[in-house]
């Protein structure tokens, strides 16, 4: 069992290498290695609509250019009725009282979203727990369907793991900014992030 997972580590950790060598040479790469990470599905008709935090700093008091993106893909979705709720998720933000589902709140009330439309999932520290707290909202409400919106790359591992926890989900990719040389050089960062944590999840059994 433990050579097993050895050998999965070292294909990952092979993997990894891979992606950081081709992203060093190959200019513009990122549009390429990208796709395999998203899922991008057309929304339909659900009982709720999840949009999964990520990003918010500790130094700043907005969301960022990408999470803002997660957002308004979510406000648009309920804006065309496909879902009557929202869930914003997302936990503490490290050394602060804060945690990203008020960030993410406050975004969206500003959007004219009302409040009672809005529900706050604010205990998860990753993607796993964002998923595992929703579904409870989800249970207590009753719901059976939800739209999950985040960023293009975050997409795939996110569906997975509703889909491994047996939540009908459909994935919707939000775009990320890229007009800036530091939100590409972000971007770079987050898919290679992307990747490490696909690896990591999958070892773990969570996808």
Same mark, same amino acid.
């Given at each position: 069992m433990k050579t097993k997972l050895w050998i999965k580590i070292l294909l990952g950790l092979l993997f990894f290498t891979?992606?950081? !060598?081709? !992203? *060093?040479?190959?200019?513009?790469?990122? &549009?390429?290695?990208?796709?395999? /990470?998203?899922?991008?599905? *057309?929304? +339909?008709?659900?009982?709720?609509?999840?949009?999964?935090?990520?990003?918010?700093?500790?130094?700043? +008091?907005?969301? =960022?250019?990408?999470?803002? +993106?997660? /957002?308004?893909?979510?406000?648009? !979705?309920? +804006? &065309?009725?496909? *879902?009557?709720?929202?869930?914003?998720? =997302?936990? /503490?933000?490290?050394?602060? &009282?804060?945690?990203? *589902?008020?960030e993410l709140l406050e975004y969206t009330l500003e959007k004219g979203v009302p409040a009672d439309k809005i529900i706050k999932e604010s205990k998860s520290l990753n993607t796993y727990e964002n998923a595992i707290f929703s579904q409870e909202i989800m249970k207590q409400k009753g719901w059976q369907t939800a739209l999950v919106t985040t960023s293009d790359y975050h997409t795939k591992r996110a569906c997975q793991i509703f889909r491994k926890l047996k939540i009908n989900v459909k994935c919707v990719a939000a775009s990320v900014p890229q007009d800036r040389p530091s939100y590409k050089l972000e971007y770079f960062r987050a898919i290679l992030r992307e990747y490490a944590a696909t690896v990591y999840y999958w070892l773990k059994g969570y996808i």
């Open positions: 891979w992606i950081v !060598l081709a !992203l *060093a040479v190959f200019d513009g790469l990122d &549009n390429l290695i990208v796709k395999p /990470l998203i899922t991008n599905e *057309a929304p +339909q008709k659900s009982d709720v609509i999840i949009i999964l935090g990520g990003g918010v700093d500790k130094d700043i +008091q907005d969301t =960022g250019p990408a999470v803002d +993106q997660r /957002l308004d893909k979510g406000i648009e !979705l309920w +804006q &065309n009725e496909y *879902a009557s709720y929202i869930i914003v998720a =997302g936990g /503490l933000v490290k050394k602060t &009282n804060y945690t990203e *589902a008020d």
